[in-house]
């Protein structure tokens, strides 16, 4: 069964750093990318960095510069650097994977449970 597990949140002060890690677990699916998203209470989910299986990357103007997001291909790992840390990247940051069955049009999207980052002044 598909897993996405997350690891690494935590307390930080503005200016810090922190790295978050993620693991997908073996699956038939092939990755068509992996990324980062965050949401804070009473906000929508909305995405953070993500990078695709051709190492293209995207980022939310408001982490540019800030944050970066890599991957370990043969662990089936993505992970967040997050430096120069701010009060508003407060969030729970959730691990995603959009996947495809083999020799199928078909994409799903998986979701890790969540972890707690927060950024103190």
């Known amino acids: 069964q598909v897993q996405l597990v997350e690891s690494g949140g935590g307390l930080v002060q503005a200016g810090g750093s922190l790295r978050l890690s993620c693991v997908l677990s073996?699956?038939?699916?092939?990755?068509?990318?992996m990324g980062w998203y965050r949401q804070t209470p009473g906000k929508q989910r909305e995405l953070v960095a993500v990078?695709?299986?051709?190492?293209?990357?995207n980022y939310a103007d408001s982490v540019k510069g800030r944050f970066t997001i890599f991957r370990d291909n043969v662990k089936n790992m993505v992970f967040l650097q997050m430096n120069m840390s701010k009060p508003e990247d407060t969030a729970v940051y959730y691990c995603?994977?959009?996947?495809?069955?083999?020799?199928?049009?078909?994409?799903?999207?998986?979701w890790g449970q969540g972890t707690q980052v927060t950024v103190s002044s």
């Open positions: 995603n994977a959009d996947l495809s069955l083999p020799y199928s049009t078909r994409r799903i999207n998986y």
């Open positions: 073996e699956s038939i699916f092939s990755i068509n990318s």
């Open positions: 990078i695709t299986s051709v190492g293209t990357t």
